[in-house]
């Protein structure tokens, strides 16, 4: 049987009305990779997520609008912002500290790589433009947001990255964020930097799979490399499940 790969949607109003959506490339990243993906909206009892992680066997946290900065130490909201809607932020932090204390695989994807440093606390630039520089902005962000890459990364020999994507020393990434990564987590190593130093990737050596992305790889899954982050959740996934067994369900 496959594993199940819970998958956050993003959260927003439509024509005066909340709804739900997931981005097909998400989904299909993780179909085809060997899962079964597993959309999860904001649900509005938070406690339910305690019963998603009974049945997922790795989560992935996926891209969107910006985290509020007060949920990594910051006491004002810059200009540049664009905040997500609060049914995301209420349901999508105590998640994703609930993801990490089961020990769960997760991939973060740009959003989902600040979340999982905001709350291991770390902390983030609420914009590039304005916090680092012109230059900057103009590799991180490119108005048309095409999915083809744009700039390259450097992998971090010998960490969990490096053997995901078989040693591939630098990586051509797309450019689809003005959000970054600015203090790690106490924890967290970055296992993939720009060449003006902006964190790309980080990582937790102290968990099986724990890795998270600032760029898109499920529109850049033509190439292996990338296709291959899917790949590696897919198995951590395997064997998270084959490890804890039938009775997983029961025990939360």
Known sequence: MKPVIAITCDHDLRRG??????????????????AIPLLV????????????????????????????????????VRPEVTLQMERRERFELPFARLTLDAGLPLLGICAGAQLINAVRGGTLYQDLGAEVGAAAAATHRDPNA??????????????????VVQGAGRLMVNSIHHQAIRA??????????????????????ARPFCLAVQWHPELL???????????ALVRAAEGFRDAAGPCRAHEK
């Open 17 to 34: 009305r909340e709804m739900s959506f997931l981005y097909a490339d998400y989904y299909d990243a993780v179909a085809e990779a060997g």
């Open 41 to 76: 909206p904001p649900l509005a009892n938070a406690d339910d997520a305690r019963d998603l992680l009974a049945v997922a066997s790795a989560v992935l946290f996926t891209g969107g609008d910006d985290l509020h900065p007060r949920h990594y130490g910051a006491t004002e």
């Open 146 to 163: 095409p999915p083809h890459a744009r700039h390259e990364v450097r992998v971090a020999p010998g960490s969990l990255l490096s053997d």
């Open 184 to 205: 790690l987590a106490p924890g967290l190593r970055a296992s993939a930097v720009a060449e003006d130093g902006v964190v790309e990737a980080v990582e937790d050596p």
């Open 221 to 231: 899954r033509h190439d292996a490399p990338q296709r291959r982050l899917f790949e």
